[in-house]
């Protein structure tokens, strides 16, 4: 059960918390489908009841005033609790009826997802589970604010309040079409891409950073070809020979078995491990359904672990 879809939660608390957490009233109104102006007019009329401001522009963002965090933090507690209510009456019914909300990145929705979502559901088929897909830290603040009972991230610092359940530490590689240059190769140093075109992910992806600090440390001169934050296009860049790309091997799940694409490891020590984390809630706000997901999630990111021998 989903205390929005319940209408457990009221309109104005909603789009209050929509516009907090993303500070601003036009990305608020995009996630909700809704005119801009509607936004605005559903906070001025909380604000004019409350008889305060909630929210003060800071540098073209919306900051919240003392009032507006006081607020935020109380909805934040009877969200926790509406989410609990909701998880201990779908617990009532076993595991024949409920909703699991989880946020993953986009290359654990290529691969990984799929896998679990079909293996979950031979077993729970009435269980209902909402993926959404966003970047990293928005997935795990999906979890820390309860608007989503599970995230799987990459290389986020995990606050105290949200569990880490397990983590694969997953080393970086070049997608190489077969015939290609680095195909043959057992693996590959940062040098061996010095006259390469190479794809990157861009800034909203956390692995576009750590890849040029890398190239970087390493004086060896990136030819940059271009720059995205879409993994599926990159994959697709990769299957054209369009460039050499840099990725795990998540989300190329099918491409690898199919002997469309050879994955080619990075051994370097400049360029770190990338940690792929599954995450959740206490243990007390995590209904049965939750938990039957994430125990198919971590079986699988252990997997992961054995196949680059961590």
């Known amino acids: 059960m989903d205390p929005y879809r319940l209408g457990l939660v009221a309109t104005r608390i909603h789009y209050f918390q929509l516009v907090a957490r993303m500070g601003s009233i036009r990305q608020a109104a995009l996630t909700l489908n ?26 073209q963002r919306l900051k919240l005033t003392s009032a507006g965090e006081l607020l935020l933090y109380h909805a934040r507690v009877s969200l926790s609790e509406l989410n609990r209510a909701c998880n201990e009456i779908n617990d009532l019914h076993g595991l024949h009826r409920g909703t699991v909300s989880i946020a993953v990145v986009e290359s654990v929705a290529r691969g990984l997802m799929p896998s679990a979502l079909e293996a979950f559901w031979s077993k729970h088929p009435g269980i209902t589970v909402d993926v959404k897909v966003m970047g990293s830290q928005q997935a795990m603040t999906a979890v820390s604010d309860g608007d989503c009972d599970l995230a799987v991230v990459f290389d986020v610092r995990v606050p105290r ?46 692995l576009g950073t750590s890849v040029e600090e890398a190239f970087n440390r390493s004086l060896v001169d990136l030819t940059q070809r271009s720059r995205t934050n879409s993994i599926g296009l990159m994959v697709d860049l990769a299957k054209r020979n369009l460039g050499t790309v840099l990725q795990t091997r998540v989300g190329i799940e099918q491409e690898l078995a199919d002997g469309v694409l050879h994955f080619v490891p990075l051994r370097d020590g400049r360029l770190p491990h990338r940690k792929l984390m599954l ?24 997997r992961l672990n054995e196949q680059s021998g961590i």
């Open 34 to 59: 809704v005119a801009p102006s509607s936004v605005s007019r559903i906070l001025r009329q909380l604000e004019d009841e409350l008889g305060t401001l909630l929210f003060e522009r800071v540098r």
């Open 161 to 206: 309040t949200l569990r880490r359940i397990a983590t694969a530490s997953l080393p970086l590689g070049v997608l190489a079409l077969p015939g290609s240059e680095f195909a043959d190769r057992k693996e590959l140093k940062l040098f061996d891409l010095a006259n390469a075109r190479v794809i990157l992910s861009d800034s909203s992806l956390m």
């Open 279 to 302: 995450l959740s809630r206490s243990e007390k706000e995590t209904s049965d359904a939750s938990s039957a997901l994430g125990h198919l999630l971590e079986q699988s990111i252990i």
